[in-house]
């Protein structure tokens, strides 16, 4: 127990501040509080208790949805890039998600759908070609424990593919090839025919 003396500055300000050993996460601390006057007359008693939470949710999974690390122009939807943010059990509905993108944020509150379905889908701007988008992302509990972070980047590849090259060559052959030359197939190299440089070509590229 605490024995005390209220002083002039206490009694203006309406209270009084104490330092107590905080018990173990997850523990209740319960206290009374009696007054007593100059000549031994006592208050009723004051209540008050706590449960100790100092443990933060896990840290989130961040996945951004895209090609291995890779954001074609195919993985950008009504301008913006989908972040897949995954949680286990530790969060909570009320939780606060920030997810950090270069030097902007958003912050989402989980709902308790969100908790249901372990994830949350997120969306940000896409980076410029051949940049770099790498996001960050945390939980903050309803008490404000925060968690780790968890990370993700991949590269911006818009460029297009040129289209193959298709030709007729005079024997009546066909070449959608690859990077084979016409010379290639219309004149074939000693001991092959224009048939068989095809076929070759077509196996080295499936």
């Known amino acids: 127990s605490i024995s005390h003396t209220i002083t002039q500055a206490e009694l203006s300000a309406g209270k009084a501040n104490f330092s107590l050993t905080a018990p173990a996460n997850g523990a209740s601390l319960s206290l009374t509080a009696v007054l007593t006057d100059a000549v031994g007359n006592t208050s009723g008693t004051g209540t008050a208790s706590a449960t100790v939470d100092t443990a933060a949710p896990n840290a989130p999974t961040v996945t951004i949805v895209?090609?291995?690390?890779?954001?074609?122009?195919?993985?950008?939807?009504?301008?913006?890039?989908?972040?897949?943010?995954?949680?286990?059990?530790?969060?909570?509905?009320?939780?606060?998600?920030?997810?950090?993108?270069?030097?902007?944020?958003?912050?989402?509150?989980?709902?308790?759908?969100?908790?249901?379905?372990?994830?949350?889908?997120?969306?940000?701007?896409?980076?410029t070609n051949g940049t770099t988008l790498s996001l960050s992302a945390n939980l903050t509990d309803t008490v404000g424990n925060v968690s780790a972070s968890g990370h993700d980047s991949a590269v911006a590849n818009y460029t297009s593919l040129v289209a193959p090259t298709i030709s007729f060559q005079p024997n009546g052959l066909t070449a959608a090839y690859y990077g084979l030359n016409d010379s290639n197939i219309s004149r074939p190299l000693s001991g092959q025919t224009a048939l068989s440089t095809v076929l070759a070509d077509m196996q080295n590229h499936t």
């Open 66 to 127: 895209d090609h291995n690390g890779v954001i074609a122009s195919t993985d950008i939807n009504n301008g913006q890039v989908t972040v897949h943010i995954g949680f286990d059990a530790t969060a909570k509905a009320g939780d606060t998600l920030q997810l950090v993108a270069g030097n902007t944020f958003q912050q989402y509150t989980l709902s308790a759908s969100d908790i249901s379905n372990q994830f949350v889908n997120l969306t940000v701007a896409p980076p």
